[in-house]
């Protein structure tokens, strides 16, 4: 057992510190409690451990099916029909061995990702992991950061969302005495607190243990159309099985070795023992590819969900533009009364009063430098739902900083001429305001004097004009929500090249729900945007019918990125927005993402592509099975010559095929799209056998040649869909198709005794060329059949939907 696990396991008692904010815990007292199992350590481990990750693929439903399988086989003596399980221990190796590999590199990549704490300890304030922290330490939190552990504020003042927690959205002000909820984050301000509950004793640990015990989360589309399949085989082999033995040898009268090697073969081909092993396969190469990519996966559903998005929804800084600002200058307002120098000093007291909390503020501190003059008595921080902050200073002024138009409310038409001439230009334009009144509660507009603009400026991504083309080409709807003034975002978001820039709108104009929801159907560009607005844009997106992706990077866009279909986080923004994202971009490089979604898109198109493969065989083999058990005739194919079929018209070209380039728009629902793939060779793989049958019956065929037939009609037809799922041909696939019928045709020729195929008579031949000749006609009328009547259903539909909208 590790360290850390003996730690989760077992704690040593300690005696609690009333910890000093300025001093905190010592290095002895903190290494004490770290030794004692007092540190924060996750109940929820990031990713399995080597030996999770082996017991899960070895100990699996299917592989108990086979091995029972396996042993009837053993027990009549017919070892060639073993050859499902060379095929199967070969997955087995392949799953564990992707999945270890895939562990390794994300492992490695969540380290350079993994969330950093700041403590006091003996004076001094440090860096660490958060699962070095330990109880009684003494943690710093501010502006941006994601509460780790329950604590006690001990100084200083922070404004915190505990909408993660409670659902609640409204920001709470936390002063010295009062609770931080571990999973609440910083919206402004900071503060000093005591850890109080670390580890599994942490509410958000309480609350991930609870979930445990609940229902488990829904996986994506993909994942659940896999299950529930799964699933519905797993429960139908077992009586279908029963009844097919049955028949076999009480029935029909079959020796019993015949019985068990036609039971075997109908099961062993309605198990799709290759496809769970194909898709943890293609979603483990996803993963390390996106890792390669500096790409941190938190959510392997977000793979396939990033295949299907259609709307794109992005913040402006840090997204579009670079994420640093820089102050251009300022535009007097009250130039009778202050002077350019007036309003330097009066920035540089502001702005050195205040915590760098953003990167606004950061640029506003770095232009108006200095030491500041006056000493603070009263802050307002800014946060994204007031769009302002305020200082009172020991003489008694005030002043208010932010966005114009919230600042100034309906007096904001006198000046509207003089600040969105700059809105228009691009800037971020903030109005500096002497004030008369109480920072606390609304403002009271009555004392206000506005002084003056103070612009500021990003520089637009260099790569943002070739990523914002590629989704355009793309079909996917780019939306830019934004705090920002509505024109100064256009601007910046037509200068990107984002279609439709030119449609924006100032969200504070939308107060109900009805407003948001027209909004967000019509513009493209969103202003003034709260953080709990961008949550309900988002929700009336998905509404809408819109599978949703969101970009952020700051704690305003911690609520949205949760309720995205799926949510991407800049490593360099706030670790709350990091921490409730599915995917990380590492470099902060959003010019990253057209890699992310055609890597999305690859993986689910090719996954759909290959297991279309798979559910020939199933269909086939169940179909079968039913025909047979209601007409009582014997099953004509056995394990081994499935096993044959299998490893080269479906196994082998399945993973090739699964790793190949693929940047098609991934449509409709992955089951319905796979099954209509799959049914025109699984229905003529049925019909082909059954004529097969009757010919058998009518020439009084022994039963060795008709298995062989067909077993090698199931192969014609196997290399029929292989070459369709080919289709378009590129050099790998004509060498891929070639050499699956090289292979068959010299396992038919040289390996028959090892796959259980008998050579054939002059009626056998007869039957085998007059039905292999059908093969290719009924395949093409069975697809032209449902070409058809899909056409059929999506105009039904499209009609159905118009009427609605009527």
Known sequence: MSKRMKYRAARADIERINTDPRRGLTAAEAELRFEGGWANFSVNPATKTVPQIILGNVFTYFNLVFFVLAVCIVFVKSYRDLTFMPVLIINTIIGIAQEIRSKIVLDKLKLLNAPKARVIRDGKELLIDTDRAVIDDVAVFS????????????????????????????EITKNAGD?????????????????????????????????????????????????????????????????????????????????????????????????????????????????????????????????????????????????????EGSVLLCGERFSDEDVRSIMADYAGSMDPENETMAALKTHFSGAPLRKAEEILPFSSSLKYSGVLFEDGEAYLLGAPEIILGSEYEKYRDKTEPYSSDGYRVLLLSAYEGSLKGEIDRSGLTPIALVLLSNKIRRDAQATFSFFAKQGVTIKVISGDSPATVSNIARKAGIMNAEKYVDATSLNTDKKL??????????????????????????????????????????????????????????????????????NSDFGAMPFVVMEGRRVINNIERAAALYLVKNIFSFLLSIITMIAVLPYPVTAAQLSMVGVLTIGFPSFILALEPN???????????????????????????????????????????????????????????????????DRIRKLLWGSMLGAMIICVLFFRSLFALSPLGFGANMVLITVGLAALPVIRTISDIMDFLSLKLRERREAKKRTTLV
């Open 663 to 729: 940047k098609e728009i991934v449509k409709g629902r992955f089951l319905r799209n796979v099954l209509f793939r799959a049914l025109p060779a699984g229905l003529t793989n049925v019909i082909l056998v059954i004529v097969i049958m009757l010919f058998g019956m009518a020439f009084r065929l022994p039963y060795h040649e008709l298995s062989t037939i067909s077993a090698i009609m199931l192969a014609e037809v196997g290399l029929i869909m292989l070459y369709r799922t080919c289709k378009p041909f």
């Open 179 to 327: 609770i931080l909820l571990s999973g609440s984050f910083v919206i402004s301000g900071t503060c000093r607190a005591r850890l109080e509950k670390v580890g599994r004793d942490s509410l958000t640990s309480r609350l991930t243990v609870e979930a445990k015990k609940m229902k488990k989360k829904q996986g994506s589309e993909m994942m659940r159309s896999l299950t529930i399949l799964v699933q519905c085989i797993g429960i139908l082999i077992i009586p279908v099985g029963a009844v097919l033995f049955y028949n076999q040898h009480f029935v029909l009268a079959l020796e019993l070795k015949q019985s068990v090697v036609s039971t075997v073969g109908a099961l062993v081909g309605m198990i799709p023992e290759g496809l769970y092993l194909l898709t943890s396969v293609a979603l483990a190469v996803g993963v390390i590819r996106l890792a390669k990519n500096k790409t941190l996966v938190h959510d392997l559903g977000c793979i396939e969900t990033l295949a299907r998005i259609d709307v794109l929804c992005v913040d402006k800084t840090g997204t579009i533009t670079e994420p640093e600002m820089e102050v």
């Open 143 to 170: 502006s941006g950061n994601q509460i780790y552990a329950d604590a006690v504020v001990l100084e200083g003042t922070v404004q915190v969302n505990e909408s993660l927690i409670t659902g609640e959205s409204d």
């Open 517 to 586: 929801r027209e909004a967000a159907a019509e513009y493209t560009v969103f202003g003034r945007v709260t953080p709990s607005q961008k949550k309900k844009l988002i929700m009336a997106l998905k509404a809408a019918g819109h599978k949703v992706a969101m970009t952020g990077d700051g704690v305003n866009d911690v609520l949205a990125l949760k309720e995205a279909d799926c949510s991407v986080a800049m490593a360099s923004g706030s670790d709350a927005a990091c921490r409730v994202s599915q995917l990380v971009l590492m």
